[in-house]
């Protein structure tokens, strides 16, 4: 069954504390695997997307990977303003059309 | 570009009421999609279009559910009759095709959501 899980559900980092965020999968034909910044009352906003095993993309603090497995949001020296719930998205080849999945997400709280 | 447009913002109405809520992609855009975001369930895809067509309606929890997209630039998405366990934040999406056919790899934006609420 596909299925994208993301861990932790949330994290509490101090200012300037870096860290990562995990968004693993289980589907069959990945396409392409999203990250998006949602804030509250907000809808998703789009940070990323990586195809293949290998892959990287950065964007001021944040800095995604992605393995066969998995993929990982690196938070670099975390600013109050980065305080949101990021969510993995992945989109899968299906019989006859692209599927879409996306995980729970990660809640991230920085603190000044 | 506004962006993509959601009405209502909110609605409030009781058990066994029609529900209808609409959506406007961004103009040029080839896909939309219907999301539902619970705290238990996270965010659910109902239903998505290509050019107008819906192509995996496999999200739409029941009969009491319906998405049409008749033209382009609008879609709606029905509940009838409304329950209280279909309470939830509604989003549309759209995206632009991207190169090479039938491969969706562009992002979607979203809009800002349509908060129901079934009493």
């Known amino acids: 069954e596909d299925q994208v899980t993301q861990s932790p559900e949330a994290l509490r980092l101090q200012e300037g504390e870096s860290s990562s965020l995990n968004c693993s999968y289980t589907?069959?034909?990945?396409?392409?695997l999203f990250w998006y910044r949602q804030d509250p009352g907000k809808g998703p906003e789009f940070l990323f997307t990586?195809?293949?095993a290998g892959e990287e993309k950065e964007k001021e603090r944040l800095k995604a990977t992605l393995t066969k497995k998995e993929s990982f949001l690196h938070i670099t020296a975390p600013k109050p303003e980065d305080s949101a719930t990021y969510l993995c998205?992945?989109?899968?080849?299906?019989?006859?059309?692209?599927?879409?999945?996306f995980g729970s997400g990660t809640k991230l709280n920085v603190k000044p | 570009d506004a962006g993509v447009i959601q009405s209502p913002r909110h609605e409030v109405t009781e058990m066994g009421q029609e529900v209808t809520l609409r959506c406007k992609p961004i103009?040029?855009?080839?896909?939309l999609f219907w999301y539902r975001q619970t705290m238990m369930r996270g965010l659910e895809l109902l239903i998505y279009?290509?050019?107008?067509?819906?192509?995996?309606d496999s999200g739409m929890p029941e009969d009491r559910f319906s998405a049409k997209m008749p033209n382009a630039s609008f879609s709606t998405l029905k509940i009838q009759p409304s329950e209280p366990r279909d309470s939830a934040v509604y989003f549309c999406?759209?995206?632009?095709?991207?190169?090479?056919?039938?491969?969706?790899?562009?992002?979607?934006?979203f809009g800002p959501g349509t908060r129901l609420t079934v009493l």
């Open positions: 998205a992945v989109q899968a080849l299906g019989y006859n059309f692209n599927k879409f999945y």
């Open positions: 999406a759209s995206s632009p095709m991207a190169g090479g056919g039938s491969f969706i790899g562009n992002e979607q934006f």
């Open positions: 279009f290509n050019n107008n067509v819906p192509i995996d």
């Open positions: 990586l195809y293949s």
């Open positions: 103009s040029g855009h080839d896909y």
């Open positions: 589907v069959s034909g990945l396409r392409g």
